[in-house]
């Protein structure tokens, strides 16, 4: 074999090479057209049964079009909330009604398909997820991360935070002073906590106006009788345990256009009020509203009663949350916050 023989050897070599990887390319080019094509006929999940020991079978869950659809086609009416006064004495007459509008119905994009997915299967055993975070936080030395991690607010001034489910008042008495925060308004819809948070706050020597309100949140007022077990107060609407209390619950809309939020920006919107927190967050993300948050920190309550499919509705909040915010920091199950995109 001379010279040019090996020469055209080589050549033909390199030339079954680079077929060989344009057709790998190819082939894995097809295959992920294959499962996005899949992926995108289906908006139901029917996630089967894992091979594991443990398996488990996966919930079938929907991707909503869009919570809120039915409810666009009506006007933002106005607030009837004559005792909640505005968070800021500059707030116009009308709180800004006529700014806040609904938000464009928008369905879920195929994009949000891959990480929908994983939210549920991660998620599949919430009680051992909230177990691992929980010990996560205690280890890792973050167990104040509610309050220290917005210790930056301090160089601001006129700090505005609003908390939903104020209980008698250990968030508050973290959040001021670590904050310096200017305006603070807590609402516990629990009369003997409700009583117990007031106290309290009579003993803080904090420079911050606090404006307390004894109700709850709901899409829509109505009265609920709760049964009374400290912290973990659920809002039912019929209880078993001898020790309850009626709570009055008013629409998420009417108390945040009353406070004027309309016109303002909040620094820091805090919930941890044991199942609500989807009815909030959820309506405040069908308006414009919920682009006035710089900050949203929740704690997630899979045990909390009438949630529907838990795992579905919680992977869907945080799909529609990230549409106007971004993680800043997630112990899933235990407390997650938001920062607002620029």
């Given at each position: 074999?001379?010279?040019?023989?090996?020469l055209?050897?080589?050549?033909?070599?390199q030339?079954?090479?680079?077929?060989?990887?344009?057709?790998?390319?190819?082939m894995?080019?097809?295959?992920?057209?294959?499962?996005?094509?899949?992926?995108?006929?289906?908006?139901?999940?029917?996630?089967?049964?894992?091979?594991?020991?443990?398996a488990?079978?996966?919930?079938t869950?929907?991707?909503?079009?869009?919570?809120?659809?039915?409810?666009?086609?009506?006007?933002?009416?106005?607030?009837?909330?004559?005792?909640?006064v505005?968070?800021?004495?500059?707030?116009?007459?009308?709180?800004?009604?006529?700014?806040?509008?609904?938000?464009?119905?928008?369905?879920?994009?195929?994009?949000?398909?891959?990480?929908?997915?994983?939210?549920?299967k991660?998620n599949?055993?919430?009680?051992?997820?909230?177990?691992?975070?929980?010990?996560?936080l205690?280890?890792?030395?973050?167990?104040?991360?509610?309050?220290?991690?917005?210790?930056?607010?301090?160089?601001?001034?006129e700090?505005?935070?609003?908390?939903?489910?104020?209980?008698?008042?250990?968030?508050?008495?973290?959040?001021?002073?670590?904050?310096?925060?200017k305006?603070?308004?807590?609402i516990?819809?629990?009369?003997?906590?409700?009583?117990?948070?007031?106290?309290?706050?009579?003993?803080?020597?904090?420079?911050?106006?606090?404006?307390?309100?004894?109700?709850?949140?709901?899409?829509?007022?109505?009265?609920?009788?709760?049964?009374?077990?400290?912290?973990?107060?659920?809002?039912?609407?019929?209880?078993?345990?001898?020790?309850?209390?009626?709570?009055?619950?008013?629409?998420?809309?009417?108390?945040?256009?009353?406070?004027?939020?309309?016109?303002?920006?909040?620094?820091?919107?805090?919930?941890?009020?044991?199942?609500?927190?989807?009815?909030?967050?959820?309506?405040?993300?069908?308006?414009?509203?919920?682009?006035?948050?710089?900050?949203?920190?929740?704690?997630?309550?899979?045990?909390?009663?009438?949630?529907?499919?838990?795992?579905?509705?919680?992977?869907?909040?945080?799909?529609?949350?990230?549409?106007?915010?971004e993680?800043?920091?997630?112990?899933?199950?235990?407390?997650?916050?938001?920062?607002?995109?620029?």
């Amino acid at each position: 074999m001379d010279s040019n023989d090996y020469l055209y050897a080589g050549i033909t070599i390199q030339n079954m090479a680079h077929k060989g990887v344009a057709v790998a390319v190819f082939m894995v080019f097809c295959f992920v057209l294959y499962n996005t094509r899949n992926l995108m006929k289906e908006k139901f999940f029917d996630f089967k049964e894992a091979t594991t020991p443990t398996a488990v079978k996966f919930p079938t869950c929907k991707l909503p079009e869009n919570l809120f659809r039915n409810e666009q086609m009506s006007t933002i009416r106005k607030p009837n909330l004559t005792q909640v006064v505005s968070v800021l004495n500059n707030t116009k007459r009308n709180k800004c009604i006529d700014k806040v509008k609904w938000n464009h119905a928008s369905d879920f994009s195929y994009f949000n398909i891959p990480s929908f997915h994983f939210c549920v299967k991660s998620n599949i055993h919430p009680e051992k997820v909230r177990q691992f975070h929980y010990e996560r936080l205690v280890i890792t030395g973050n167990y104040n991360i509610i309050s220290s991690f917005f210790s930056f607010l301090k160089r601001k001034s006129e700090v505005i935070i609003i908390e939903i489910g104020g209980y008698i008042g250990q968030t508050l008495r973290k959040l001021i002073p670590v904050t310096g925060a200017k305006h603070y308004v807590v609402i516990e819809p629990v009369p003997t906590f409700y009583k117990t948070l007031n106290k309290n706050i009579r003993t803080l020597n904090f420079n911050t106006s606090v404006k307390t309100y004894n109700f709850g949140l709901s899409r829509n007022h109505k009265e609920l009788v709760v049964g009374v077990v400290g912290d973990a107060t659920h809002m039912l609407k019929k209880s078993n345990l001898k020790t309850t209390e009626k709570v009055q619950l008013v629409g998420v809309l009417d108390f945040f256009i009353q406070l004027g939020v309309g016109c303002h920006r909040i620094d820091l919107l805090t919930i941890n009020c044991e199942g609500c927190e989807f009815e909030v967050l959820e309506t405040l993300i069908s308006t414009n509203l919920i682009e006035k948050f710089d900050f949203i920190q929740f704690q997630p309550h899979y045990f909390a009663p009438n949630i529907g499919n838990f795992l579905c509705r919680y992977c869907s909040l945080r799909q529609l949350l990230a549409r106007t915010h971004e993680l800043v920091y997630d112990f899933p199950l235990v407390w997650e916050a938001w920062k607002r995109k620029h």
